[in-house]
C-alpha cells in the first residue's frame, strides 16, 4: 500500500508592500473623486472613534456628495447614446 506524502503549495497570493498601497484600499479608486475628502473624513473618523453612530454626519456628507457626483455625470451622460 502506497503513502502519499502531503504537498505544500506555495500561497497564491503576493504579499504588496505596505509602501506601495494606498492608506486605505479603496482609496485608489476614489482618489480622483470630488468626494475624496469626504470619504476620508468618514474613515479618520471611524479610526478615531471605533464608533460607527458618532461618525453619521460624516457618512452623511459623503453619501450626498456622491449623490450630487452621480446626478451630475448623469446629467452629462443624457445626450449621449451607445447606440447612435
Same mark, same amino acid.
Given at each position: 500500500?502506497?503513502?502519499?506524502?502531503?504537498?505544500?503549495?506555495?500561497?497564491?497570493?503576493?504579499?504588496?508592500?505596505?509602501?506601495?498601497?494606498?492608506?486605505?484600499? #479603496?482609496?485608489? !479608486?476614489?482618489?480622483? #473623486?470630488?468626494?475624496?475628502? &469626504?470619504?476620508?473624513? #468618514?474613515?479618520?473618523?471611524?479610526?478615531?472613534? &471605533?464608533?460607527? #453612530?458618532?461618525?453619521?454626519?460624516?457618512?452623511?456628507?459623503?453619501? =450626498?456628495?456622491?449623490?450630487? =457626483?452621480? =446626478?451630475? !455625470?448623469? =446629467? !452629462?451622460?443624457? %445626450?449621449?447614446?451607445?447606440? %447612435?
Amino acid at each position: 500500500m502506497a503513502t502519499a506524502k502531503a504537498a505544500t503549495a506555495p500561497p497564491t497570493h503576493r504579499a504588496s508592500s505596505p509602501a506601495a498601497s494606498p492608506p486605505y484600499p #479603496s482609496a485608489a !479608486r476614489i482618489a480622483d #473623486s470630488d468626494c475624496f475628502p &469626504q470619504y476620508t473624513a #468618514s474613515l479618520k473618523c471611524l479610526e478615531a472613534n &471605533q464608533d460607527k #453612530s458618532k461618525c453619521q454626519q460624516q457618512f452623511d456628507d459623503y453619501k =450626498e456628495c456622491k449623490k450630487r =457626483e452621480r =446626478e451630475a !455625470r448623469l =446629467e !452629462r451622460n443624457k %445626450g449621449r447614446s451607445l447606440f %447612435g
